[in-house]
């Protein structure tokens, strides 16, 4: 019987914090025992910017602020089975979403570039303007969540999920025994 | 920095003389802070808006706060702080008056008055509004014009309106022929036509002059709740609690005061029977509302008119004067000793939800029109925290009619667990629209017979909360143990489309929920937004379980009736029309979602930053 091949899983930081990659580190030395079941491909730990095949699993961080957010997140939809929408942000939106309150203005997303960089107290922009490199990706009217974008196979809920409920999810998806979580493991009251 | 307009308006104040009016106004109703609606509807009356500065006066003089009074003056449809045109002029907008020429009558009146939808004209003669069913869907396209209505308008018809309207005529001498010489019964028939096609036994056919209200007189508290309780007489505003028991518990309950209101707040889009009633048969609603009061021995009452109805507001006036003058209303009724009892009209101001009785208690109580947690039930804690039975204008007429008549008669009609009859207020693609008194038990398919509706493909029994039923089951019944409606029963022919109405009742609810839960404020947002993806084309399959699982939840946890009843246009459709929906989801072929679209979201950026997306502006290197 030939060896079963690892799975490939794919990792992806979009309008996040970053928080969610560190509590994927933070399965610590079960890293190791993961690592004998899967490859990473496309990820910010591999540093690899494509795909280099298609993916098993796909894991999103964040949620989507502006273009290149789509563009990376509807990439990973086509190219992996299975998508995770990893923590808070990639779920609802998150922290990056509270600028989706600002509703009752004319021109809300010029309102907010306005108050972080010109208006705003506390700041110190020597500049006064609003950045403007046409390097930088263009911003969305509003922040999406990831299921708002692409369809998203399942959350992991959490700010930042925990190191075990990451590693326990990942360990039963790669084994098909995950259907969702129960209630005792996601409640925080 | 340029001033906001609300802070000139702070600033330049009311005059002196104005002052004094909105004060007498408060003063009419001895400043009593309950009487809140009265004072505001005058104050809308003779200024045409509720002013920052007018309700500062209004809070002085009834000892509330300012947010007090804003609270409830924001709440009612029919209030506004801006100034309303001399002549208001709210077309309805109902799915009936969709389907009936509304876009050709609004599309004439903005013509002629060259104002759109929701603006006034510069000079403040007229303001143009929607608003929803006024309860006149037998004779769509109507509007309200000022405290008027005017039916089946056409577009010929409104540019005569407007000229004789700019040309200085008041809206009564237009809308009503000889208005100063009619009395209000000939100005309320003349605006519009009751259209009763089937009068049954108890309340459209003769009506013996209060021949219940002397039975009651005879008999006393004790035996008429014993006689509503053997008719099996249940409420027709739609919930169907039997009427005896309510008017025993009340009874039952200790208090100094008690009270008797009459619910004439039709509404759910579709009903407009208790409007017949009202006009032809008001003697027999008063009577009703005194037998109620002999039986729980209440000395108040009050009949809540729903601000549509106004135009019918004389002619009730005029009943009750007529009551009193001979001795039915007033002190002493029919010479019994210790038999006092009158009525006040109450004037409602155009919210759906007052027709719950919490919400309609709380409106009379001059709060705004949020339901109340139950319980405590109206019954024991009612209106000012007495006892109260709230009944339905046609409940009251026929509890009237049994007194006379006799409870066994009544229950020799219609089925066991509904008897008697009840008024349908038909209307939608049919031949003859209006009003029918048919018992209970009465198949849809008979009925639709009945109104010339062969052809009818869908039927919404008791308007949006109720349910829609298709072809294959119209053979169903119009009782409480099959398919309970209030009075509506609105008919769509194959030609119409299910989601549109469905869109349209949604967005009717998102309008007019109340705000106070959660779910429902929030949740029938979402419901109409995904139901616009139908509509769109861009649904999924998945959305189909969506809209249960969002309905279910508005369902459990909201408090009243509205949340409890507002997914009904959704859940009744999916599971009767399930056909609609499937065919028009359809899965994505790369799981992308159709509903995102990229060029609509980062168009404000792409202006704002004055250049174009290095990765969705195909062009860009060209």
Not at chain 1, 17 to 29: K, P, S, T, W
Not at chain 1, 101 to 108: G, L, R
Not at chain 1, 112 to 134: Q, S, V
């Amino acid at each position: 019987m030939t060896e079963l091949r690892k799975a490939r899983v794919a990792t992806a930081s979009l309008a996040g914090c970053f928080g969610c990659h560190m509590a994927i580190l933070d399965m610590d030395e079960r890293l190791i025992d993961l690592m004998s079941k899967v490859e990473i491909d496309r990820s910010p730990l591999t540093d690899f910017k494509q795909f280099t095949r298609r993916c098993d699993i796909g894991i999103i961080e964040g949620g989507c602020c502006n273009e290149e957010n789509v563009h990376v997140l509807q990439d990973f939809r086509r190219n992996c089975d299975v998508l995770i929408a990893l923590g808070q942000c990639a779920i609802m939106g998150g922290l990056p979403a509270m600028r989706n309150a600002i509703m009752h203005s004319d021109a809300p997303l010029r309102e907010c570039l306005e108050e972080a960089f010109i208006t705003g107290r506390n700041l110190t922009n020597a500049t006064h303007n609003i950045p403007n490199d046409p390097a930088l990706p263009l911003l969305l009217d509003e922040v999406y969540a990831c299921n708002e974008v692409v369809e998203i196979d399942h959350n992991i809920p959490g700010c930042a999920p925990s190191g075990d409920i990451i590693y326990d999810t990942l360990i039963k998806l790669l084994a098909g025994k995950f259907h969702g979580f129960e209630r005792e493991t996601i409640r925080f009251d | 920095m340029a001033s906001h307009p609300e802070d000139t308006a702070q600033k330049s104040g009311l005059s002196l003389e104005e002052k004094a009016t909105i004060r007498s106004i408060c003063r009419e109703v001895e400043d009593d802070p309950a009487r809140m609606m009265d004072i505001l509807l005058r104050v809308q009356d003779r200024f045409r808006c509720i002013s920052a500065p007018a309700m500062d006066v209004i809070a002085e003089a009834t000892g509330l706060s300012r947010i007090a009074v804003e609270g409830v003056a924001s709440f009612y449809a029919f209030f506004s702080s801006e100034p309303k045109g001399r002549v208001t002029i709210r077309l309805c907008d109902d799915i009936i008056d969709r389907f009936s020429g509304l876009a050709s009558v609004t599309a004439a009146f903005e013509n002629a008055l060259s104002i759109t939808v929701g603006e006034t004209t510069p000079d403040g003669a007229f303001s143009l509004e929607y608003t929803p069913c006024i309860g006149l869907c037998d004779q769509a396209p109507a509007a309200m014009v000022n405290d008027l209505v005017v039916t089946n308008l056409t577009a010929e018809r409104v540019h005569e309106i407007v000229a004789a309207l700019k040309a200085g005529a008041p809206p009564e001498e237009v809308l009503v022929d000889r208005y100063a010489e009619r009395t209000p019964y000939q100005r309320a028939k003349e605006m519009v036509s009751n259209n009763i096609r089937h009068a049954g036994p108890v309340l459209l056919g003769p009506v013996p002059e209060d021949a219940g209200l002397e039975a009651a007189v005879e008999t006393g508290p004790a035996q008429i709740i014993r006689t509503l309780e053997t008719s099996g007489l249940r409420g027709c505003g739609g919930a169907g609690f039997p009427t005896g028991r309510k008017w025993r518990a009340a009874a039952a309950t200790e208090a100094d005061r008690r009270f008797v209101i009459c619910n004439a707040d039709e509404g759910e889009p579709g009903t407009f029977k208790d409007r017949v009633l009202l006009t032809e048969r008001p003697h027999l609603v008063f009577e009703g509302m005194t037998i109620a009061a002999r039986a729980i021995g209440a000395k108040e009452g009050i009949i809540y008119l729903r601000g549509e109805y106004v135009y019918l507001r004389d002619l009730l006036e005029e009943v009750l004067a007529d009551r009193r003058n001979r001795g039915l209303l007033g002190p002493a009724i029919m010479g019994v000793d210790g038999f006092d009892f009158d009525i006040r009209l109450q004037l409602g101001a155009g919210a759906y939800i007052c027709g719950e009785e919490g919400a309609l208690i709380s409106s009379c109580e001059g709060l705004p029109g949020e339901p109340k947690t139950r319980p405590p039930f109206p019954v024991t804690r009612g209106y000012l925290g007495c006892p109260t039975v709230v009944n339905n204008v046609e409940t009251l007429c026929h509890a009237a009619r049994i007194l006379g008549t006799g409870a066994q008669w009544f229950a020799g009609m219609g089925t066991k667990d509904s008897p008697g009859t009840k008024l349908f207020s038909v209307s939608g693609d049919c031949l003859n629209p209006g009003i029918y008194e048919l018992p209970y038990g009465v198949s849809i398919r008979d009925l639709l017979e009945m109104v010339g509706a062969e052809d009818a493909a869908a039927v919404l029994v008791g308007g949006p909360s109720g349910t829609m039923i298709a072809r294959d089951t119209f053979d169903r019944r119009l009782a409480f143990d099959d398919l309970a409606t209030g009075g509506a029963v609105v008919v769509f022919n194959g030609d119409r489309n299910i989601l549109e109405i469905v869109e349209y009742y949604m967005s009717f609810f998102v309008h007019e929920s109340c705000g106070y839960c959660t779910p429902c404020r929030v949740g029938n947002v979402f419901l109409q937004k995904a139901i616009g993806k139908f509509r769109k084309g861009l649904a999924n399959p998945s959305d189909i379980a969506y809209l249960r699982d969002l309905s279910d939840t508005i369902i459990e946890t909201s408090r009243c009736g509205l949340g409890m009843t507002s997914p009904n246009p959704i859940l009744s459709t999916l599971e009767n029309f399930p056909l609609v929906y499937s065919a028009v989801a359809k899965p994505s072929a790369d799981r992308t979602r159709a509903t995102f679209d990229i060029q609509s979201a980062i168009e404000n950026a792409r202006q704002l930053a004055k250049r174009r997306s290095h990765i969705y502006d195909r062009d860009f290197t060209k």
